[in-house]
């Protein structure tokens, strides 16, 4: 059994910054894929960061420069570093692993951002 879980989300202004953490833990022989997506009220989800097990990355148009997404192998933990927050970028963000084909979710974290 594997558990994904985030944490790190809260209140936050324009400008701002947080960091949210992807802990995985439980049966899992290997980490493919991580990524973190977000879905904001009313609107479907969509992939906002991804890397792949050598490293590589993608981000959506509208978080690059401003997000960072990284791992700390040792402590299987993947981070999303938000900068330069914007109020579009509230959302419940989520994390997601792949491991031998399959995805596994954690359950979501809350980002608001807001004067």
């Known amino acids: 059994q594997v558990q994904v879980v985030e944490s790190g989300g809260g209140l936050v202004q324009p400008g701002g910054s947080l960091r949210l953490s992807c802990s995985v833990s439980?049966?899992?022989?290997?980490?493919?894929?991580m990524a973190w997506h977000r879905q904001a009220p009313g609107k479907q989800r969509e992939l906002v960061a991804y890397?792949?097990?050598?490293?590589?990355?993608n981000y959506a148009d509208s978080v690059k420069g401003r997000f960072t997404i990284s791992r700390d192998y040792a402590r299987n933990t993947v981070y999303l570093q938000m900068n330069s927050l914007k109020p579009e970028d509230t959302a419940v963000y989520y994390c997601?692993?792949?491991?031998?084909?399959?995805?596994?979710w954690g359950l979501g974290t809350q980002v608001t951002v807001s004067s």
């Open positions: 997601k692993v792949v491991s031998a084909g399959r995805d596994y």
């Open positions: 439980g049966s899992i022989f290997r980490l493919d894929a």
């Open positions: 890397m792949t097990s050598i490293g590589n990355t």
